[in-house]
């Protein structure tokens, strides 16, 4: 499968340059010029690797970076002009996998990408996922409420946690089976729909009018981005 990488540059020319780069090398870039397309390019798609410049003319990358973050746990490597060694550290802070200072080499750059692709998803940073009241605790595999713990089940944590992880973003019932296959299911000969039932009783401040798992007819369900 060949690995998606989201570009994440405002210079058109250094773009192009790069995308040609990782494209001639197998991989498939896809450009963002400013930081809110990134955003918005992440969310409605899967990626493998962000590529994400430091300086954007809307929001800053090191922003950009705290917002990805806080929703997946997509590999980042940042890249950067700037001669402030702490704007590299606050970087890898927020969950960036790796920095490459400008300019640098194309053969430099594709050695970084490799490198973080083969380590696989990042776990920097990655362990906690927030939506406003709603707190995902992954290494814990808890999820706590206004700080109350909440009662799930395994194989509903991970259910959650999938739609968590790709908030804003339909999910099918066949998409997320495919993605929890390696769990072990308590489950397969439940509808999908019973457990999704089950979490929002849990969850929702008023489960027959969800605001967090959102049903889409005919599609599946997405995890609101956006929770009080």
Do not use: W
């Not at 058109?12 to 809110?36: F, N, Q, S």
């Amino acid at each position: 499968m060949t690995e998606r990488i989201l570009l994440v540059e405002d210079d058109p020319r250094l773009a192009e340059m790069v995308a040609t780069y990782l494209g001639e090398a197998g991989y498939r870039p896809t450009i963002a010029p400013t930081g809110e397309q990134a955003i918005t390019t992440h969310d409605d798609k899967l990626f493998d690797l962000i590529v994400l410049d430091l300086m954007l003319p809307d929001i800053d990358g090191l922003e950009v970076c705290k917002r990805i973050r806080a929703r997946s746990d997509t590999p980042i490597l940042m890249l950067t002009a700037r001669g402030d060694a702490m704007d590299r550290v606050i970087g890898l802070e927020l969950g960036a996998d790796d920095y490459l200072p400008k300019p640098f080499e194309p053969r430099e750059l594709l050695a970084r990408v490799k490198a973080i692709l083969r380590r696989g998803p990042s776990r920097v940073a990655s362990d906690h996922l927030r939506f406003g009241r709603l707190e995902i605790d992954i290494g814990a595999r808890q999820v706590r409420l206004d700080d109350n713990p909440v009662e799930l089940t395994g194989y509903q944590f991970a259910l959650l946690l999938e739609l968590a992880r790709n908030a804003g973003r339909v999910m099918s019932r066949d998409r997320l089976m495919d993605l929890l296959k390696n769990e072990r299911l308590e489950a397969f000969d439940r509808s999908i729909d019973v457990h999704i039932s089950r979490i929002r009783s849990a969850i929702e401040d008023n489960p027959k009018k969800p605001r967090r798992v959102i049903t889409v007819r005919g599609a599946g369900y997405v995890f609101a981005r956006e929770q009080n």
